[in-house]
């Protein structure tokens, strides 16, 4: 069984910058690509960013900029560093790790979350 734990959410101002961090209890190799997701009240699940085994990354238009997220294969670690942080981007925050079983199919595991809230 696959464990990612993040860390690193809180309060913070806007304009302000916050660090999520998410470890994962095995080799970041094993799985083809990692990211963050976020939701807000009342809203889903939508996609932050993400960075593939390979070094590729994806990001969301409303973060494109100000965010970047990065990996650590020492430490099985992956990293979102969000700068430049705006109210819209309070949201509960979750670390993916996904794993292509097929050419169409695919297995995701999930961290439990860690809230974000922007507001002065």
């Known amino acids: 069984q696959v464990q990612l734990v993040e860390s690193g959410g809180g309060l913070v101002q806007p304009g302000g910058s916050l660090r999520l961090s998410c470890a994962a209890s095995?080799?970041?190799?094993?799985?083809?690509?990692m990211g963050w997701y976020r939701q807000a009240p009342g809203k889903q699940r939508e996609l932050v960013a993400t960075i593939t085994s390979g070094g590729s990354t994806n990001y969301a238009d409303s973060v494109r900029g100000r965010f970047t997220v990065s990996r650590d294969n020492a430490r099985d670690t992956v990293v979102l560093q969000m700068n430049s942080l705006k109210p819209e981007d309070t949201a509960v925050y979750y670390c993916n790790a996904r794993v292509l079983t097929s050419r169409v199919a695919f297995e995701d595991y999930w961290g439990q979350g860690t809230q974000v809230i922007v507001s002065s």
């Open positions: 095995r080799t970041i190799f094993s799985f083809n690509a």
